[in-house]
């Protein structure tokens, strides 16, 4: 790893996977939707250390950075245009790697603090995403009644995502054992293993039945790959579990089979939010449900105040064209 304005030092020598910070750091994060993201940052920064010579992070000495190296890091991502919360997620992954390279023995208490301690970038950005009206829910439901099994796990699916918010990545780690029929909720795993509950609705509850009865009842995902004869796939006995990447890609092909604008199932999640607070549901649950760690997060989603701001402006008119 050649390291950005220090042109004359040495080649630096390789780091054992036992002791790679970039793997032990990746192998602390419990989701693999984390471990995807965090492990592109650092692939990415691998890349501006060394001149675009490194596809990996692995195996690079991330204990041999200093304050010169990281602020010029900054830097470089900032030149390059890409976004405040870009920047700043990799500015996460940096101060973390680095981290666990002073865990492993490989850095000095004083050289972390000093490489990581870089500000994140200062900005205000609306919520990602959009609003998914019902009747697009409610076509996109008419695509998944064809009698297939493929179709009722879909319809179930999308219930799931409508009326809890749920994350892609908290829906395909779903068990069997998580569903109450009787309280009609989940138990959900959320980002640092963090468990919440959350609740359908009764029309949801309709499809996620309909779905098991073609399941089963066996132990394991609750939604799970169908194989080609129209069965669940299994694995260890049990039906195998999604990855959050195949719920995104069953949203987009049941919104295409519906003729409808593409969304995601974050697109979903900011409509669960925003319904509840229409509602008059309260801040602190609405967040609760959802998972945020911040009430804050959870507010940048209350599309009243949106709202009011419009109607507020609505009260202006503009004057009709007429010559002096």
């Known amino acids: 790893m050649s390291v950005p304005a220090v042109p004359d030092e040495a080649p630096r020598p390789s780091v054992e996977p036992a002791c790679d910070p970039y793997r032990v750091y990746l192998d602390s994060l419990t989701g693999p939707e984390s471990r995807r993201a965090m492990r592109g940052c650092l692939d990415r920064l691998a890349a501006l250390v060394s001149g675009g010579e490194a596809r990996s992070g692995a195996g690079q000495p991330w204990h041999l950075l200093r304050y010169e190296h990281t602020v010029r890091l ?46 994140t970038l200062e900005h205000t950005r609306l919520p990602a995403g959009q609003h998914v009206p019902a009747e697009v829910v409610g076509a996109a439901l008419a695509a998944c009644d064809d009698d297939s099994p493929a179709g009722s796990r879909d319809a179930a699916l999308l219930a799931v995502l409508y009326s809890t918010g749920c994350r892609r990545a908290e829906v395909a780690g779903l068990a069997l054992a998580d569903y109450d029929p009787g309280s009609r909720s989940l138990r959900v795993r959320g980002k640092r293993d963090k468990e919440r509950m959350v609740y359908l609705t009764p029309q949801a509850v309709g499809r996620l039945e309909r779905w098991l009865a073609v399941r089963g009842r066996r132990a394991g995902a609750l939604f799970c790959p169908i194989g080609r004869h129209g069965s669940p ?22 919104l295409t089979q519906a003729g409808a604008m593409p969304r995601t199932p974050h697109d979903f999640r900011r409509t669960f939010i925003g319904e509840l607070l229409d509602a008059g549901v309260d801040l602190a649950t609405a967040q609760a449900l959802v998972g ?33």
Do not use: C, F
């Open 74 to 119: 900054r830097t470089l991502m900032i030149e390059r245009g890409w976004s405040p919360a870009y920047v700043n997620k990799h500015l996460v992954a940096l101060r973390r790697v680095l981290r666990e390279a002073w865990r492993l023995g490989q850095m000095t208490a004083e050289d972390y603090q000093r490489a990581a301690d870089l500000p």
């Open 292 to 324: 945020h760690s911040s009430p804050a997060t959870t507010a940048r989603y209350d599309r009243r105040p949106e709202r009011r701001r419009r109607e507020a402006v609505d009260r202006i008119t503009l004057p009709p064209p007429r010559p002096l």
């Open 233 to 254: 796939r299994l694995r260890d006995g049990g039906p195998a579990a999604m990855t959050g990447q195949a719920v995104a890609d069953i949203l987009t092909r049941r």
